[in-house]
Structures are given as structure tokens and as C-alpha cells.
């Protein structure tokens, strides 16, 4: 007959065979719930995060910048952002893009927020990449660049999201780059270098524009072709000078939110 003791040291058969708890995965499904019980999604969410599971830290700062089972706290918010980040988290630097783009819980930092978006966009983030694609497109910490926007917007469907750009269409002479675009932005190796190429050669055409523009000077009346040339100049000039005029001449951009996000 064994002793008390010696039985309590055998582990049962269920606990051999019972798989390990994940904090994170525990805390996502309570946080997807019908209805969500967030309160004790935050525990779990805490728990994954102090073992330094990225997921974990993107997500307990979620429920800390919306104030989702817990009081809202967006600077501590922003800053789990930028540890999950820094450990190559998309949901993390979906996040961080967008309180960078918005200003909570700290200065906005439109260039930093865009960065942020490529990074997550990169690792197949759907909402990230429909939020890099209205950067590009209302040019937002960038300068515009429409057809690599209705490129991402492509990717961005692709990929599962159901957000859809409103008023943006893409014109028949586009579709063949767009199309061409959409697909080499699928490559996670080539989407940051893609963009910032495009970024330099805008630039590029940005600084040849403003001289001519210039050098036009003013425009005499009584003269059809050289008002529609100088018209075409100077759309080109504004159109370039859209991402550093701010506010002033480009609409807000449309940000993807907590409730749309694609893990």
C-alpha cells in the first residue's frame, strides 16, 4: 500500500496530458467573446506581456488607450506600443503608427507613425497596410503618392481587410501598374525600400518644379496655351508641396481603430 505522501508526488494523468495555458491566446479569445469580457482579458494580456511576449504588450496597451477593462492610460499605452514594436509585433506597430499619427499619449510624429505603418505593413498587417496606403494617398508624413496608394489599398484586400477606401478609384490607363505595384508591395523584403524610392523620386520631381514654376513668372492675359501650361505647372508644384502644406491642402486621414484589427 503506498503512503499518502507518495501519492501526492505522482501527477495525475490529466495534468501529463493537459497542454500549458497561453496567456496571450487565453486573453485574445476573452477579448473576442461574445460578448467580450475585458476585465480578465487585461489579466491575461498582463501575464503574457511580463513575459515579454510582444502580442501580450500590444494588446494590454490596447485595452489601456481605449480604457477597455481598465482605467485609459495612453502614455503608459504608447510606450508597451514601443517595446512590442521593438520585438517585431505587428498588432505593436500597427499600434504604434497610430498614436503617433494622432498625437495620444504623447507628441504626434506623423514621419514616425508612417514608419510604423511600413513596418507592420511588411509583416502582413492588414489594417496597417490600408492605413500606409491613406498616408500615401492624402500624403500624410510623406509625400502623395496615389498610385502606390490604390497599390496598397489592392494589398490591403487582399489581405483581409474590409475597409474600403471611399472615393478612390483607380482609372483604366492605372490598373496595369497598380496591379504590378500590388504586387511587388506583397513582397515583406521589398515594401520599405519600394516606398521610400518612390518617396525619393517624388522628391526629386518636387525640387525640379518649384524653379520652373519660378522661372514661369507672371502669365499675360490673351494667351490660352501658355495659361493652360502655367495651370499644369503649378497643379504639379501643389500637387508635390502637398505633404509638407500639412493640413491646408490635404483631407484627414482615415485611421483602421481598435475594433477592425487583424491579427
Known amino acids: 500500500m503506498k503512503s499518502p505522501a507518495a501519492s501526492d508526488s505522482v501527477p495525475s494523468a490529466v495534468a501529463l496530458t493537459s497542454p500549458p495555458v497561453d496567456p496571450f491566446e487565453h486573453g485574445l479569445a476573452l477579448f473576442h467573446a461574445t460578448p ?32 477597455l477593462g481598465v482605467p485609459a492610460d495612453a502614455v503608459q499605452a504608447r510606450e508597451l506600443f514601443r517595446k ?39 509583416m502582413g498587417h492588414a489594417e496597417a497596410t490600408f492605413n500606409l496606403a491613406n ?13 502606390a496608394a490604390k497599390a496598397l489599398y489592392l ?23 497598380v496591379r504590378v505595384l500590388a504586387q511587388r508591395f506583397a513582397d515583406p523584403n521589398r515594401l520599405f525600400f519600394l516606398v521610400q524610392e518612390r518617396q525619393q523620386e517624388l522628391a526629386l520631381v518636387h525640387a525640379v518644379a518649384q524653379p520652373k514654376a519660378a522661372a514661369a513668372g507672371p ?45
Not at 47 to 59: I, K, L, P, V
Not at 85 to 91: E, T, V, Y
Open 155 to 177: 494589398r490591403a484586400r487582399n489581405l483581409g481587410c474590409t475597409l474600403r477606401a471611399q472615393g478612390v478609384l483607380v482609372r483604366r490607363r492605372e490598373l496595369k501598374i
Open 219 to 263: 502669365v499675360r492675359t490673351g494667351k490660352p496655351r501658355r495659361l493652360r501650361n502655367a495651370g499644369r505647372v503649378a497643379a504639379g508644384v501643389m500637387a508635390a508641396m502637398a505633404g509638407t502644406l500639412g493640413q491646408y491642402l490635404r483631407p484627414s486621414s482615415r485611421d483602421a481603430g481598435p475594433t477592425t484589427l487583424s491579427f
Open 84 to 122: 512590442s514594436a521593438a520585438r517585431r509585433s505587428a498588432i505593436g506597430r500597427f499600434q504604434l503608427g497610430r498614436v503617433l499619427m494622432t498625437g495620444r499619449g504623447g507628441p504626434a510624429d506623423e514621419s514616425g507613425g508612417l514608419t510604423a505603418y511600413v513596418a507592420a505593413a511588411s
Open 135 to 147: 498616408c500615401l494617398f492624402a500624403g500624410v508624413g510623406c509625400l502623395p503618392d496615389r498610385l
Open 36 to 67: 467580450p469580457d475585458y476585465a480578465r482579458a487585461v489579466g491575461w494580456f498582463r501575464a503574457a506581456a511580463e513575459s515579454g511576449h510582444g502580442d501580450g504588450m500590444a494588446m494590454l496597451g490596447l485595452c489601456l488607450l481605449e480604457g
